[in-house]
């Protein structure tokens, strides 16, 4: 009999689901047995992205039974307890016992964590970050946030709230963040955060300017784009190296859009994160390998 | 036969070493069976300073073997190597092969550890930390130094480096410390450089100002023993708080000479730290209860 394994993806804008065989796994360049991704449309609520989730999966199984299922979910996470906090995207989840409605519609063994730990467990053992015990894993995107893998395990925290890198301050002499406090690294690093500088020091309207046109500008030499993404890249490269000098993880593996910015980008978040950590304190920053699939991956590695 | 555990601390001024009977330990208020203290004086290399350790610790075994060692040192270690990589106190110490001597020395097996590990260790296993798997312990003195246990054991990093909150940035426009950077947690908070700070300022003789005398003027309301204790109490708040937000560690554990600058050095500090962690990130920040035992309580705990 084969194993199936179902792997899920609640995105915030668009939930993925895909199918793999156990035994697929061994091989190097294991490939999904089926694989699906549906927005969720505007108006969604929990309890329908839930349902469209399981037909999804149910779909993808053809009437099969699953051995496990991994579930990453886009914010906050009870991992032991297998319950989602809230979403701030979508409404109606808060203190949903995901696991348990999967168990129950699969009879199948669920695990659910969010989606910065599932990332990192993905990039662990199949992207990025194979071979390190110590491993710091952050995407950067429209948020900023991260997870651990420490001697060779994720590490979650005493309740699952490891990983904040976005909201550690790195300048409290910073602009404001929406979480009350100044210069921390989500309010200089992230992509919606500096589009919004770039587009008030230029006089345009917010929603004209995404991360990606910052990323874009600054290539092409615009001063104002320049100053904020280094701005950015330098916040991000302090935490990373506080974060080191905290851990000394051997690897930190960058995810997410705005990794997409470039080569100066990436130089000034190594310099400055190697020039923040003590001289005995060495780590390497590389690129995420798995892209849009990692939250789908990690999912699989969670079950394992 | 009673089984004894011998306890070494090279504390860079201060030799201590203790017996103690590992059957004894059992209890609530485990005591030594012997204590001995030596200063390491003035012209001490690292071969004068392991020579009067073995002396000691001969003289409280009165030629009885010991069934374990473990050995607290002042500075970085291999842990994994038992060997020394330095001392920043006395010469002499580069890659010393700690572990291997006493072992020789004492025919018993050793492990030794830096200090802040092992403090961290002993406040876990025997003072304020007990009953909290995850847990951060920060010694706030000459330098600023800390150590973890995280999922119920000691996490060393990659490199035995892990735990150097001391040298996080927490504000790049800060005062410049002698690593480098400007605004490490050190560079603020620590007795050497407030001490120099307030010295400075006064227009005093640095020799003559100390860590512990800024606090005392600062209790008497002294302005700049006050700006200069509170920014570092913030300093090290800002710190701690970006510790808890990346690691969610149930409990903060501090000592140090500095956590008895008064009530309100602990209320900044406390605050800060709250402010600066996310709201769902819960901890205690709590003294440290060994005192100056820690290392040796520490070192008895790291051969368990």
Redesign the interface.
Known sequence: MVELILACDFGGTKLSAAVIEAAALAAPDAAWRGHLRRFSPPGATAESDINTMVEMGRELLGGERPSHIGISFGG?VDYQAGVV?LSHHVPGWEMTPLQQLFAHAFQAPVRVDNDANVAALGEWRFGAGRG???LLYVTVSTGVG?G?I??GRP???????????G???????GPVCL???RGCVERLASGPYMARDVALARGLPVEAVTGKLVAEWAAEGEETAVAILERGA?GLG?GL???A??????RIVLGGGLTKSGNRWWQLVRETAQ????P????DIVPAQLGDDAPLWGAVALTE
Chains 1, 2 share one sequence.
């Open positions: 906050p906090r390190a015990a110590d991260g651990w420490l001697d590490y979650r925290g005493s309740a699952g709230m490891a990983g904040e890198i909201h550690t301050v790195v300048d409290p002499n979480c009350g406090k330098k302090i190296g506080n974060a000098n905290l851990l000394n993880p051997r020039a923040t950590a003590l005995e304190v060495k780590f």
